[in-house]
């Protein structure tokens, strides 16, 4: 018991003694040290502010929301100032981005506002626009965005059941009629006729229609998109082309099996020309410069009358110093020889006429 209470007696001792230690110790320098650390934190850090959302002008009445058909992030900022060199509002316009998917274009007039969605539709980086008119007491977030209006060519349709209510009709089955074009009937003469039509972004484009007569055969037309964007070739589907098809990787479907394709698209309605057309020389047009300059000194009637020796009325009146009677005309003078630029130009009746 004795060594017990020795061995216990000595632990207490040497704890005393180190407590009294540490309360005798000078900790000063230590706790400078951590101060000095802490204040170096925080010169050296800091966090960034985070982005402060624009917010649209709420006295601007005359709003379009919409959202891009695609799964691809849209660089906003290139975007609105793509759009505005576009649409050249004449009052001017706000873009704000509400969302990462999700755009308001704000217009002080109205009729920038119309035009904008009459002249539709428009696509970004070859990715279709969804929009619509945000109506008054409507947040632009509760606007449905799921169809977009097209102009539509109805290809094949015989002249004699072309009237402006079967015109609607065939608009019907195409998606939701909105107008004809006012140059279908009584305007200029086209190999088709033009509806403008609002079409679902969930359903497949149509193809074509069959007529059926009334002595039991049939017929086809046919439908091309103007200013048609990305679609599948295996689905129809607008927003995405057959190399990210599902159906086409789940049925294993090959492109030369697609049901749809580029002949769908519409040409442009007019052609662009080059600017500098006019004054550009084809390859095989020669640079000589003509031989036959006249010398200095000739009179100014002299020259006229030595340009025209050079044309029609020079050939024929040698031809009746040579003797050439009048009714004896040669072959060559009047024989049409058809060449490829004969060709190309006939071929441009059949084209349809482009529109006014």
Not at 47 to 68: C, K, W
Not at 319 to 331: A, M, N, Y
């Amino acid at each position: 018991m004795n060594i017990a209470r020795l061995v216990i007696i000595t632990f207490a001792l040497i704890i005393y003694r180190i407590h009294t230690d540490l309360i005798a110790m000078d900790i000063g320098p230590l706790e400078q040290q951590c101060a000095a650390l802490s204040l170096a934190e925080e010169e050296a850090g800091g966090m960034e502010v985070p982005e402060m959302p624009s917010v649209p002008d709420e006295t601007i009445h005359h709003n379009l929301v919409g959202r891009f058909l695609t799964d691809r992030v849209i660089k906003a900022e290139h975007m609105q100032q793509v759009f505005a060199s576009v649409w050249r509002p004449v009052m001017g316009m706000y873009a704000v981005t509400l969302t990462e998917d999700l755009f308001l274009f704000q217009f002080p007039h109205p009729k920038d506002l119309q035009r904008v969605i009459e002249d539709g539709p428009w696509s970004f980086d070859n990715q279709l626009l969804i929009c619509d008119q945000v109506l008054s007491g409507t947040r632009p977030e509760e606007v449905v965005l799921d169809s977009v209006p097209f102009w539509v060519q109805i290809h094949g349709l015989p002249t004699m059941y072309a009237s402006p209510a079967f015109v609607a009709k065939i608009g019907e089955y195409v998606g939701t009629f909105i107008a004809p074009d006012p140059l279908n009937f009584g305007g200029a003469w086209r190999s088709f006729f033009r509806i403008r039509v609002r079409l679902n972004v969930l359903s497949p484009l149509k193809r074509r229609m069959k007529l059926l007569r009334r002595d039991g055969s049939s017929q086809w037309i046919t439908f091309r998109y103007e200013r048609l964007g990305t679609f599948c070739y295996c689905c129809g589907l607008l927003g995405h082309s057959d190399k990210f098809c599902k159906t086409a990787y789940e049925l294993n479907i090959l492109p030369d099996a697609f049901p749809f394709g580029a002949w769908m698209r519409a040409g442009p309605r007019r052609q662009a020309r080059p600017v500098g057309a006019r004054w550009l020389l084809s390859s095989g047009v020669s640079m000589t410069p003509a031989s036959s300059t006249p010398e200095i000194g000739i009179p100014p009637a002299t020259l006229v009358t030595m340009e025209e020796d050079k044309g029609l009325h020079g050939d024929l009146k040698r031809r009746r110093e040579e003797g050439t009677s009048s009714d004896s005309v040669h072959d060559e003078d009047v024989r049409m020889v058809e060449s490829s630029k004969n060709s190309e130009m006939a071929g441009l009746v059949d084209q349809a006429r482009p529109d006014q």
